[in-house]
């Protein structure tokens, strides 16, 4: 599977940001789908994962409540929306996909798109 993400830019603290992950290539409902971030001189960083169908998500503490992953199947597309934004949450951030089984909250992934940057000013 192919990933874009799209839809980083700037923002004022306390803003609100969705950024898009579009795939093509096999069917999108075949992946659970994630969302990671890289802060300059920072490891990369997980931030959320959601299901095949979107039912389930799960997220990192530190977006947990503020951050909302979901998908639109059809469109072969996932979301993630970024609200209470902090200047903290500046990065690139990468979206992922996986297929087969895994722990839900597993940090492993099979394929990655390139990123996109997210500048939170204060």
């Known amino acids: 599977v192919q990933l874009q993400a799209s839809g980083g830019g700037l923002v004022p603290a306390g803003g609100s940001l969705r950024l898009s992950c579009a795939a093509s290539?096999?069917?999108?409902?075949?992946?659970?789908m994630g969302w990671f971030r890289q802060a300059p001189g920072k490891e990369r960083e997980f931030v959320g994962v959601i299901s095949r169908l979107g039912g389930s998500t799960y997220y990192a503490d530190s977006v947990k409540g503020r951050f909302t992953i979901s998908r639109d199947n059809a469109k072969n597309t996932a979301y993630l929306q970024m609200n209470s934004l902090k200047p903290e949450d500046t990065a690139v951030y990468y979206c992922?996909?996986?297929?087969?089984?895994?722990?839900?909250?597993?940090?492993?992934?099979?394929?990655w798109g390139q990123g996109t940057q997210v500048t939170v000013s204060s």
């Open positions: 290539g096999r069917s999108f409902r075949a992946y659970e």
């Open positions: 992922a996909a996986r297929e087969g089984v895994r722990v839900f909250n597993s940090r492993e992934f099979d394929s």
